[in-house]
């Protein structure tokens, strides 16, 4: 079976994407294994190995929701890391009626990839984001950093590189 970038649903909020994704196609990191500054060299070249420094990156997440008619925004503490341009919002409903707000934002850097990163994996409240080029995807939350792609080849080269700190909870190309 082929596996396409194109076949996640980003916005689903009741399922991420790497649950979405085939096994042999992902692989999880924990957060928690770079809370400590000694870790975050690993941690850039974790994210330069996904996306190179000339990557048209995309940046994609839930933003706020709706209580009524009151936007509640989510603290993002993007700007710090993010120069903000070509900014689209989406609008989602879930079964339960609530109304959500996400964005998708062009022309990230792989330095801003790694900023958002770090402060999330260093306890900075962020919401749930995904980092995404037409062939690979880089979820992160305050617990993993997900990532999904489409050439096996390259996954398994960057889960050698990283084969330590790579999760093994759950099915991934690690564990195959």
Known sequence: MSFSIEQLDFLNIDTTIYFQTPASHRLRLLTSDFENNSNLPIL?????????????????????????STRIWEKQHLKDAVRISNWKETYLTDEGGTKYMAMTVKDITADAVYALCKQTAQGRKCSNLMFHTEDRVLYISADVLDLAMTDQGKLREICSEFHPIIDTYHSNIKTM
């Open 44 to 68: 850039r070249a974790f994210v330069h190995s996904i996306f190179p420094v000339h990557s048209l990156i995309s940046m994609t997440g839930i933003i706020g929701y709706y209580i009524g």
